[in-house]
């Protein structure tokens, strides 16, 4: 457990959305129809609404998120972690303007588009967010809920 205070709500969400805006990596939970668990980790970004994503159409985590639409997302490690839950549209990669999918590209280091294995993006959309760090910052957790910011 640490000693130092816990954060205020809204330094909370500052730290999420920097965490949003400069990592490049987050856990991606996800369950099947009849409910076995899948996690890994994908190549985000973060457009200031939602995180696109690319998988593999007829992976795990790619047939879950077209079957189930959601999510949750983690960046962060076990001690200073940022919990996302949240809608997951699937497009497919004609979809995006090529802009789009370029920024994409440049930001993770990885193209989906240029790939031979059939790729889907999803668009995850932030319905609830939670932040802490430890024991001390339980409370408060919550920043979004419903896709509002509650700070």
Known sequence: MSN?????????????????????????????????????????????EALLLATPADSPTGTNL??????????GHT???????????????DALPSERGDRFAARTGFDPRTLT??????????RRVQAWREVEEMTG???MRDGRWLV
């Open 79 to 93: 001690r200073d972690v940022s919990m996302i839950e949240g809608e997951a549209e699937v497009l497919p990669l």
């Open 4 to 48: 130092a205070a816990p954060r205020p709500r809204d330094q909370r969400r500052r730290d999420t959305e920097h965490r949003l805006a400069h990592d490049v990596d987050v856990w991606v939970a996800t369950a099947s129809a009849d409910g076995v668990p899948h996690l890994v980790p994908l190549s985000f970004d973060w457009d200031g």
């Open 117 to 126: 294995t059939p790729y889907r993006w999803f668009r995850v959309t932030p």
């Open 66 to 75: 077209a079957t189930a639409g959601v999510a949750r997302l983690s960046l």
């Open 141 to 143: 957790r919550e920043l």
